[in-house]
């Protein structure tokens, strides 16, 4: 069974910074597109950074120059690299694994506060 978790969420102070992870289990279907996602009270759910199997990035307009999405294809993990936090960047955040030939995964989330 395909697992997903998240770790590295936390209260931060504005300015502050936090390194989310997400680990990968239970499959052996090779990993295509790696995601985050985010979802603050009341709003959808975002996409925040993706990484691609070749290693090419794209991010939300809102996050550039400040979060840097990376992958370990031999330990099954994706990270989040958040710098210069904000308050408005307060929300739960999710990974997403795409997998070829077996569809999409997700995990269960981590909650990230951004906070005085």
């Known amino acids: 069974q395909v697992q997903l978790v998240e770790s590295g969420g936390g209260l931060v102070q504005p300015g502050g910074s936090l390194r989310l992870s997400c680990v990968v289990s239970?499959?052996?279907?090779?990993?295509?597109?790696m995601e985050w996602y985010r979802q603050a009270p009341g709003k959808r759910r975002e996409l925040v950074a993706t990484?691609?199997?070749?290693?090419?990035?794209h991010y939300a307009d809102s996050v550039k120059g400040r979060f840097t999405i990376s992958r370990d294809d031999a330990e099954k993990m994706v990270y989040l690299q958040m710098n210069s936090l904000k308050p408005e960047d307060t929300a739960v955040y999710y990974c997403k694994a795409d997998f070829y030939l077996d569809g999409a995964h997700w995990g269960q989330g981590t909650q990230v506060t951004v906070s005085s």
């Open positions: 239970g499959t052996m279907f090779r990993i295509d597109n």
């Open positions: 990484i691609t199997r070749r290693g090419t990035t």
